[in-house]
């Protein structure tokens, strides 16, 4: 960990927080999810310096070290796909494998789609290609409780969380995301009321793990992570007939809670997915959670590196 170095760049009139491992004359960038960060790459930054690229990982803009947008309200998926192609500009990166977790996968399709020289190849983690607008979640299908629909509410999600501190609603968030089933709140309760506060944290996910994330949502909070992803997730930002025709992998654990979104499995499974990447491998983990880059380290890395030196 202490060989990644850490620095701030000025992004489309942003400092964005960078860290970076490796010297490698092949790039790969790292995209996070929610509640993650850059640390949630921590394990795969240092296996593929070592497998001789490049790793780069950045806080998207509002997360972490990264300063926020003057109008956080307004911040949505294509500030972020913008941010990607600028930073590797910035770093005088004409090509780059782009790595997706969570929504993070979203900025990586959009950018594979918009901007496909700029891109060697995808890999995505819990979420199969989807895009806002033709390509997107079914949001009519999910149940009326369910998180995402809840914290898309403007306030809601903040008042939830505003009843504990920041370490308390990371720590919420990884124990109820890492179970298998869909997280839906009755009429009379928040999604933070989901998780008993005797639930251990799971066993790969340590308290240190634990105060870093806290740290730096502190210093961020939680404001422009509501928006991105949760509140701008159903906005049309034009792409029609979207189609990825790099090389592309999605690393999908079996037990993510993701497979009981309506439809995803059979959209997965049956292939369904390989209308729009058709050049996509699928890889299905039978213990893997949510967090599976975390969970199962050594077995994510593995996928990675293999898919980085095949292509």
Not at 31 to 52: C, D, K, T
């Amino acid at each position: 960990m202490e060989k990644i170095q850490h620095s701030h760049v000025q992004v489309r009139g942003l400092k964005l927080h960078v860290a970076q491992i490796g010297t490698g004359p092949k790039v790969v960038l790292f995209l996070h999810g929610f509640p993650e960060i850059w640390y949630s790459w921590r394990h795969q930054m240092i296996a593929v310096a070592n497998a001789g690229f490049r790793a780069i990982a950045f806080d998207f803009r509002g997360y972490g070290l990264s300063d926020h947008p003057p109008e956080p309200k307004k911040a949505n998926f294509k500030d972020l796909v913008d941010d990607v192609v600028a930073l590797l500009d910035l770093l005088g990166i004409n090509k780059v494998f782009l790595v997706g977790k969570d929504f993070g996968a979203v900025p990586a399709f959009m950018v594979a789609v918009i901007h496909p020289e700029r891109v060697l190849g995808v890999i995505t983690l819990g979420i199969p290609f989807l895009i806002p607008g033709p390509v997107g979640i079914q949001f009519d299908l999910l149940p009326k409780g369910f998180y995402i629909l809840r914290w898309a509410e403007t306030g809601r999600a903040e008042a939830d969380f505003g009843r504990f501190d920041v370490k308390t609603v990371v720590r919420n968030i990884y124990i109820l995301f890492c179970r298998s089933e869909l997280q839906v709140a009755g009429e009379n309760e928040e999604i933070m009321d989901l998780v008993d506060p005797s639930t251990p944290l799971p066993p790969w996910f340590t308290e240190e793990d634990l105060e870093v994330y806290a740290t730096l949502y502190q210093n961020s909070g939680f404001r422009t992570a509501l928006q991105v992803p949760y509140r701008c997730s159903q906005l049309d930002y034009g792409i029609t007939n979207p189609k990825v025709t790099t090389p592309s992998l999605l690393i999908m654990g079996e037990k993510d809670y993701f497979m009981k979104f309506p439809g995803m499995e059979e959209y997965m499974k049956k292939g369904i997915v390989k209308q729009f990447m058709p050049n996509l491998d699928i890889t299905f983990m039978p213990e893997g959670n949510h967090f599976v880059q975390e969970q199962l380290p050594e077995q994510v890395n593995e996928l990675i590196i293999t898919f980085l030196n095949k292509n």
